[in-house]
């Protein structure tokens, strides 16, 4: 058991419960939907607390919101959204792909203090904790900003114990290039977690990143490119091979967005793909996976053991 840090304070990760470990409550430029709120959709607190009491009343104990400081993270927005909604967020800290120009040139020390300090002392001038560190590759593989960003929270990692997730390019096995790095700085591997791998179908990658000791995202759903069924089949071939523990079930969805943010996606058709919100997972995928052999007890062991362990770094 351990400490974490959630939006209204530490919590033991024995309390964790049923916990989707990839989500974001809302999206947009930094500061924009208390600055723009009519670039946003109507009553956007509303719909991320209508959101979070849905997961709640569907089982959802705790939600990781993997919404970096360049998405848009409002911390504040976050804690009074798990207040009203009973839900336990963790907040993040680190970087995704938007690296600006002004950061050129700054050291990975100069960013593991930042990303320190939003973990031991708040964020954004408050008391508001972060429970996880993020970084992220993508198709382009790490570029040398990325590389910055993972040493960075390597470096942040070593002086909190605060464990790590990575948004990773699963078809191009990004994550063997991100995870060299984090070797290099002395990172244990079971203290990561890699995000997005269903994108890929390489049982055999998937496997090398667990081998490693990883845990894995398993996100995107229902996803783009590869179906919910074979995203299904895939967890379930793992789950088979004995890596049940260390997968995490999880979404990547937002709940609340700028109007604007997926044109060629209406509401209507986003909708469709995914009726359940949070609950998808356990209202289309764990009946799927039921039909392809798992057990109750398999089931329910999902979204709760993968989670813990990795907070607890077993």
Request: one cysteine or more; a negative charge; proline letters at 6%.
């Amino acid at each position: 058991m351990a400490r974490i840090n959630t939006v209204l304070g530490p919590m033991e990760t024995a309390d964790l419960g049923t916990t989707l470990t990839h989500e974001h409550l809302l999206v947009g430029p930094a500061g924009s939907y208390r600055d723009f709120p009519e670039l946003f959709v109507p009553q956007v607190f509303d719909m991320v607390v209508e959101g979070l009491k849905a997961a709640k009343a569907g089982g959802i104990d705790t939600i990781v919101d993997a919404t970096t400081a360049d998405l848009g993270r409002d911390v504040k927005l976050l804690a009074e959204a798990s207040q009203a909604s009973g839900v336990n967020v963790l907040a993040c800290t680190g970087w995704w792909l938007d690296f600006p120009r002004f950061f050129e040139g700054i050291s990975p020390d100069q960013l593991a203090d930042v990303f320190t300090r939003e973990i031991e002392v708040g964020i954004s001038g408050t008391d508001i904790k972060a429970g996880v560190l993020k970084s992220a590759s993508d198709m382009e593989g790490v570029t040398p900003n990325d590389a910055v960003v993972l040493r960075a929270i390597a470096r942040a990692y070593h002086r909190t114990k605060v464990p790590i997730m990575l948004h990773s390019y699963a078809p191009g096995q990004v994550a063997r290039q991100q995870l060299a790095i984090l070797e290099e700085e002395g990172v244990p591997m079971n203290r990561i977690k890699i995000d997005h791998p269903l994108s890929s179908s390489d049982e055999e990658y998937l496997t090398w990143l667990l081998d490693q000791g990883c845990f894995l995202s398993m996100d995107s759903f229902p996803g783009m490119g590869v179906s919910p069924r074979a995203r299904a089949q895939t967890m379930k071939n793992l789950m088979d091979a004995g890596y049940a523990d260390r997968l995490c079930p999880s979404h990547d969805i937002v709940q609340a967005r700028i109007k604007v943010a997926d044109p060629m996606i209406s509401d209507e058709e986003r909708l469709k793909a995914n009726p359940h919100g949070y609950l998808y997972i356990h209202q289309e995928i764990f009946p799927r996976l039921k039909e392809m052999g798992a057990t109750d007890e398999e089931l329910g062991r999902l979204c709760v053991a993968g989670p813990r362990g990795f907070f607890e770094g077993v």
